[in-house]
């Protein structure tokens, strides 16, 4: 007589060689976008820095809506080579003039290529990572994206200021275009959707409701990510000027903490009930800040707020790459970034007219206030998920 021992599933497997292999051109991209996001603004000091900045910006978001049509054409592994390679090359050859029509140009080529890596390199890196272990997987992915932008972007302002902004430009160049030769080992291109199904466009992504509520929460918390990082020195008073270094330290590490904790959390229990509380912690996170003059209020709200921000980054993510196939992938890359650096931006751009209006501390707490109107859209999303209850 025998026996059959019956054994769980082994869990699949998180770190592949392709995803190290994207890793690299992660790091590649993040590396080259970040050690000049603050040295081009003062390079162009004397033209107008104002213009530089935001044709980054408006470049990198209009690339992001025509990212997905590009990917779906050309494949993740073309688009992510010539999106490494826009962002890399112009930067080599930044400081030929000083002139701000060249400074502009140099800036809007870049912008599409940090476009084109952001889209067609989130869309590939989901792909990689089985749905089993999405949640805590894309938390990797958020850690390995994320530290080298802590980095490289107070390195490049020691750098331009130490050895000049000749050899800055040119290493975020080269950390660009080197991460090229990683990009062969990468998948080309999606499998076609079951059935012939089209891939979901990102005008079809702004009117399923499926995306759009996640992304409006998580904007609503980016907005207050875009204000921290702005205003936060601004609004603390100069004798709590060392408050300020820990609490911008305190933040991006709470994040960081929080996302990886709520990847874990989603794949064991889904992503889809984490999005309230990681929207309701980020808008208290924002209210305890606005007690500027206390270091502890200060302290323990941009904490509060880190954790918040980390949850909803996650959850969000995964949640929106649940509800399409693999040939929307690129899609929700897309509205999701688009709600980050948009956000971010409305948040840096509005908040100072606010403030200058109340004044930083009742700018804080309206600002929270204003967050919870996301609870519309949370709650909403909430119950679209809830299972139907069977009649009797």
């Known amino acids: 007589m025998t026996t059959t021992a019956t054994t769980s599933p082994a869990r699949p497997r998180l770190v592949t060689r392709p995803l190290l292999l994207r890793f690299v051109s992660m790091v590649g991209a993040s590396t080259g976008f970040f050690l000049l996001l603050s ?3 003062r ?53 030929l003039s000083h002139d701000l029509a060249w400074i502009v140009a140099v800036c809007l080529v870049r912008g599409l290529g940090f476009a084109l890596t952001l889209v067609a390199g989130g869309a590939l890196t989901a792909s990689l990572i089985p749905a089993e272990r999405r949640g805590e997987g894309l938390a990797l992915v958020g850690v390995v994206s994320g530290v080298p932008s802590l980095i490289a972007l107070p390195l490049g302002v020691w750098l331009a200021t130490h050895v000049g902004y ?25 499998e076609p959707a079951p059935g012939g199904e089209k ?67 989603a794949d064991r229990h889904g992503p889809a009930r984490l999005v309230l509380p990681g929207l309701v912690l980020s808008a208290v996170g924002m209210l305890v800040t606005a007690a500027t003059g206390s270091a502890v209020a ?37 509205l999701w970034n688009l709600a980050y650096d948009g956000g971010m931006g409305v948040g840096a ?44």
């Open 199 to 265: 891939p979901v466009g990102v005008v079809a992504g702004l009117r399923t409701g499926g995306l759009v509520r996640p992304a409006a929460v998580f904007a609503a918390t980016a907005v207050a990510t875009g204000i921290v990082v702005t205003f936060l020195p601004l609004a603390v008073p100069a004798a709590l000027g060392g408050v300020v270094a820990v609490a911008l330290f305190v933040q991006p590490a709470a994040s960081t903490a929080a996302r990886w904790a709520a990847g874990r959390h």
């Open 43 to 95: 390079y162009a000091t004397a033209s107008g820095a104002g213009p530089a900045t935001g044709a980054l910006m408006l470049s990198t978001v209009l690339g992001e809506l025509a990212a997905p049509r590009f990917v779906a054409r050309y494949g993740h592994r073309f688009a992510l080579v010539v999106g490494l390679v826009l962002l890399g090359a112009p930067a080599v050859v930044l400081t």
């Open 298 to 334: 200060v302290l323990a709200g941009v904490a509060l707020f880190g954790i918040g921000f980390g949850i909803a980054q996650n959850a969000t993510l995964t949640l929106m790459y649940t509800r399409v196939t693999a040939s929307g992938y690129g899609t929700v890359t897309a």
């Open 39 to 41: 040295v081009v603004p």
């Open 349 to 392: 751009v509005g908040f100072g007219a606010l403030a200058g209006w109340t004044g930083y501390s009742w700018a804080f707490a309206l600002t929270a206030v204003l967050m919870l109107v996301a609870l519309v859209p949370a709650v909403r999303d909430r119950r679209s998920e809830a299972p139907a209850r069977p009649s009797c």
């Open 166 to 190: 000749t050899p800055v430009a040119i290493a975020a160049g080269v950390a660009a275009l080197a991460s090229v030769a990683s990009v062969p080992g990468l998948p080309g291109r999606q």
